[in-house]
């Protein structure tokens, strides 16, 4: 079996602005400004065997202000200079009770039965709860970046960095082998 990790787009992989205590998404090319201190880090865990990917909510897309064409094209640029081997979309509004759109874990449970991945050995990195959530109900750890928007729901580290993030995963997952093998 595989193993994945599923790091949240918008805050950790792309800078966002915040307005009024809400993270505002990118809806173009534009105003898309990938966090290229993230290459090396993802890197790392490429080359500890990981599948990387990147998850996003994009609701903009059925509420019909953000085009499919922009937003293909940000993920393009995305998979290119960061590497990463997929990203997954739930494109779905919150009333659209879609089991893609986090905090539900469907975005996860479809790539393990694509990618055929292990999720109880598989991480989840994000700055924000959804991503917690939909780990916690699935069995990946999660690792939280420290942000205002982790919240109270459970989750099993808070670290202060992407970078911190991938130190852990790294230091938990050579735990695991060491206690499998």
């Known amino acids: 079996m595989k193993l994945a ?27 898309f400004h990938l966090k290229l201190d993230a290459v090396l880090p993802l890197r790392r865990l490429q080359a500890a065997g990981f599948v990387v990917l990147a ?5 903009g897309l059925s509420r019909g202000y953000q085009s499919r064409r922009d937003l293909d094209l940000m993920h393009e640029l995305m998979r290119g200079k960061l590497g990463l081997d997929g990203i997954l979309v739930c494109p779905h509004d919150e009333t659209d009770r879609c089991p893609c759109r986090k905090p539900k874990p469907g975005l996860l449970t479809e790539a393990a039965f694509t ?6 050995h598989s991480f989840v990195i994000s700055d924000k709860w959804l991503d917690a959530d939909a780990a916690r109900q699935v069995g990946c750890t999660s690792l939280m970046i420290r942000s205002q928007w982790i919240g109270q729901v459970h989750h099993d580290f808070v670290v202060p960095s992407l970078e911190a993030a991938v130190e852990k995963l790294l230091h938990l997952h050579t735990q695991q082998f060491m206690l499998t093998h």
């Open 115 to 120: 990618w055929h991945f292990d999720l109880d």
């Open 5 to 31: 990790v599923f790091i949240e787009r918008d805050g950790v992989l792309n800078h966002v602005r915040s307005e009024r205590q809400v993270q505002i998404t990118p809806l173009s090319l534009s105003e």
């Open 55 to 59: 998850t996003t909510n994009q609701p």
